[in-house]
């Protein structure tokens, strides 16, 4: 069934901007196709809580997890109506969830300041073409939000993957320092990491090596 474009959350700014209570909406959706990657062995899923028994809980560079209930709103556990709240409009946001396929997620941040943030988001979908599609879209979407050079197949990573650096943040982007973010479909998940560090190098450092963690988790789709 075709699906027309409809706009939708950039979850990749929770992190940037440093508040996880602000995800701004930016871009449109497209139909959902695309070619996730494959994923770990295990069984899947079948509850927010079970999802975030397999999420990371430390990163490559050892920041101190923030503790979920102590951000607004709180990380850990997300269900449909919890993503949808982050759009100007999350009637028609539930809507475009449930075009994917949108079962629930799981999010998880760690920092030390506004100049070290990591965060990472793995939800979960009813196939592999909705994972595959919302994890392109947010990457489209954060790369125009932020202007981001935006590489939608980069060779060091699985096929499904983009990646986005911003190297010098512009006035009013939210960011606080260079930043890269990488969203993935893998098997019936869309996988998001995001990190501002003290260069784009290290940024690029930081989201590769906890995103190889984190499909390494992951249960085949």
């Known amino acids: 069934m075709s699906r027309g474009r409809r706009p939708r959350p950039d979850r ?15 871009g449109c959706t497209r139909a959902v196709d695309g070619t996730p990657t494959a994923a770990g062995p295990g069984p899947l899923p079948s509850s927010a809580e079970e999802l975030g028994e397999l999420v990371v809980t430390d990163v490559a560079s050892g920041l101190p997890r923030l503790p979920d209930d102590e951000l607004e709103p709180p990380a850990g556990r997300k269900e449909a ?25 799981w999010e998880r941040f760690w920092g030390e300041g506004p100049a070290a943030m ?32 935006l590489d939608e197949q980069p060779l060091d990573l699985p096929g499904g993957c983009r990646l986005l650096s911003v190297e010098d943040p512009g006035p009013g982007s939210g960011l606080t320092g260079p930043a890269a973010l990488v969203w993935c479909g893998s098997g019936v998940f869309s996988v998001g990491v995001t990190a501002v560090a003290a260069s784009v190098d290290d940024a690029e450092d930081e989201v590769r090596a906890v995103l190889a963690e984190q499909l390494d988790r992951l249960p085949p789709a």
């Open 12 to 26: 990749g700014a929770v992190l940037l901007a440093l508040l996880p209570c602000l995800l701004v909406l930016t």
């Open 81 to 105: 109506a919890d993503v949808a709240a982050y759009a100007d409009d999350p009637e028609r946001e539930r809507e475009v969830l449930e075009d994917y396929g949108y079962r629930f997620g």
């Open 118 to 149: 990591t965060g990472v988001f793995v939800d979960q979908f009813d196939t592999r073409a909705g994972a595959g599609a919302y994890a392109a879209d947010l990457a489209r979407n954060d790369a125009e939000h932020y202007g981001a050079d």
